[in-house]
T-cell receptor
Framework: AQSVTQLGSHVSVSEGALVLLRCNYS??????LFWYVQYPNQGLQLLLK??????LVKGINGFEAEFKKSETSFHLTKPSAHMSDAAEYFC????????????FGRGTQLTVWP | EAQVTQNPRYLITVTGKKLTVTCSQN?????MSWYRQDPGLGLRQIYY???????DKGDVPEGYKVSRKEKRNFPLILESPSPNQTSLYFC???????????FGSGTRLTVV
């Protein structure tokens, strides 16, 4: 069963517009959730993570995400898109605090138009 | 600099010729893992290791082998590569607990 679902494989926004990348998860135990960004021909870079505590998480480059247990969601937002935000974004889940499996969504390609 | 180093970055090989992709981390992380990335499928876990001499299968282990003889190294071995193993491969590592994972720069493998 899919653990992480990213809605929309491609998202396009204009520079300066709101960025919203959607991620829903399924987990029978409290999840740890991550957003990663991948620029062309590069590895994955951690944007932000939710483990416990505050449900609104701030990351690098002005991104933030909110953990909503009732909606099983962890959507990524940025108030104002920049051309340099164009990349592929991956949502990932780890079940609880134990080591082991990290489950990735299929990714969302973000295009930013001038 | 804290990092995960994979080698080689690019590799073209022929069907059936054994190959090894190396992965090394300098952060004393207990956990290491291999993923493959294919268009439209995201990242899928191949194998992971909790610590030295402790490994387990991920979602797509068929056709791959791993070993963890030292804490810093986690090589990925393809005993008899096939064209369906053409992919982009990533190694990652982490401390125990809730830390984020550090990824290598990737190895693009083509099997012809």
């Amino acid at each position: 069963a899919q653990s992480v679902t990213q809605l929309g494989s491609h998202v396009s926004v204009s520079e300066g517009a709101l960025v919203l990348l959607r991620c829903n998860y399924s987990s029978s135990v409290p999840p740890y959730l991550f957003w990663y960004v991948q620029y062309p021909n590069q590895g994955l870079q951690l944007l932000l993570k939710y483990t416990t505590g505050a449900t609104l998480v701030k990351g690098i480059n002005g991104f933030e995400a909110e953990f909503k247990k009732s909606e099983t969601s962890f959507h990524l937002t940025k108030p104002s898109a920049h051309m340099s935000d164009a990349a592929e974004y991956f949502c990932a889940l780890k079940r609880g605090s134990t080591l082991g499996r990290l489950y990735f969504g299929r990714g969302t390609q973000l295009t930013v138009w001038p | 600099e804290a990092q995960v180093t994979q080698n080689p970055r690019y590799l073209i090989t022929v069907t059936g010729k054994k190959l090894t992709v190396t992965c090394s981390q300098n952060m004393n992380h207990e956990y290491m893992s291999w993923y493959r990335q294919d268009p439209g499928l995201g990242l899928r876990q191949i194998y992971y290791s909790m610590n030295v001499e402790v490994t387990d299968k991920g979602d797509v282990p068929e056709g791959y082998k791993v070993s963890r003889k030292e804490k810093r190294n986690f090589p990925l071995i393809l005993e008899s590569p096939s064209p369906n193993q053409t992919s982009l491969y990533f190694c990652a590592s982490s401390f125990q607990g809730d830390y984020g994972y550090t990824f290598g720069s990737g190895t693009r493998l083509t099997v012809v």
